[in-house]
């Protein structure tokens, strides 16, 4: 997926919503080694040695401490679109 002229990255990250949201979470498991709360419904990823969470149902992702925090509010642009792709 290439970013042209008068697009956004949040025209990517919609992208990849869309993308990762049908999917089944055990195929999206095995490709990326990331982990799957059921009940929950999120995925849980490791990224630089945090753990990123990303809701399919509510296109969020979060962290659970402040480097994570770091990760997904100061360096957005990079973290939040790779952990999507």
Same mark, same amino acid.
């Given at each position: 997926?290439?970013?042209?002229?008068?697009?956004?990255?949040?025209?990517?990250?919609?992208?990849?919503?869309?993308?990762?949201? &049908?999917?089944?979470?055990?195929?999206?498991?095995?490709?990326?080694?990331?982990?799957?709360?059921?009940?929950?419904?999120? /995925?849980?990823? &490791?990224?630089?040695?945090?753990?990123?969470?990303?809701? &399919?149902?509510?296109?969020?992702?979060?962290?659970?401490?402040?480097?994570?925090?770091?990760?997904?509010?100061?360096?957005?642009? /990079?973290?939040?679109?790779?952990?999507?792709?």
């Amino acid at each position: 997926m290439l970013i042209g002229e008068g697009q956004e990255w949040s025209d990517g990250e919609e992208q990849a919503w869309e993308i990762l949201s &049908p999917l089944a979470s055990a195929d999206v498991c095995h490709r990326t080694k990331a982990g799957f709360d059921e009940l929950a419904g999120h /995925y849980i990823l &490791p990224l630089f040695n945090e753990r990123i969470f990303l809701s &399919p149902k509510d296109k969020h992702i979060w962290g659970d401490s402040k480097a994570a925090d770091f990760l997904l509010n100061e360096l957005s642009q /990079y973290s939040r679109f790779s952990a999507l792709w």
